[in-house]
């Protein structure tokens, strides 16, 4: 059973950086699509970007969902088997436990992934 670990999150003010970090044991990464998922105090997960994998009939295209369009951006270190989701002009709207997944396909929906990691906290406030 593959285990992948998110890493990275913290308390930052508004308009601040953080990036974080995901990598995974068992599985090459390049050959997964890979999702950032957030689930906000009291609501539902919710898929806010992936990259689909390298191999095969997949570009390796990058997704965003609206709301984070030019502020988050998602990376991989394929020498090391980790990905990145570098995240800038935080809001306190992006508070949330923030979540790497691996699938075959990506997607924003939780159905869309198969190996999840624990959740890494992220709490955007003055």
């Known amino acids: 059973q593959p285990q992948v670990v998110e890493s990275g999150g913290d308390l930052v003010q508004p308009g601040g950086s953080l990036r974080l970090s995901c990598t995974a044991s068992g599985v090459t990464l390049d050959y997964y699509a890979v999702g950032w998922l957030r689930q906000a105090p009291g609501k539902e997960r919710e898929g806010i970007a992936y990259i689909k994998s390298t191999g095969g009939a997949s570009d390796g295209s990058a997704h965003y969902i609206d709301s984070v369009q030019g502020r988050l951006t998602i990376s991989r270190d394929s020498a090391n088997n980790f990905m990145y989701l570098q995240m800038s002009n935080l809001k306190p709207e992006d508070t949330g436990v923030y979540y790497c997944?691996?699938?075959?396909?990506?997607?924003?929906?939780?159905?869309?992934?198969?190996?999840w990691g624990q959740g890494t906290q992220v709490v955007v406030s003055s």
């Open positions: 997944a691996v699938g075959p396909w990506g997607g924003f929906n939780v159905g869309a992934f198969d190996y």
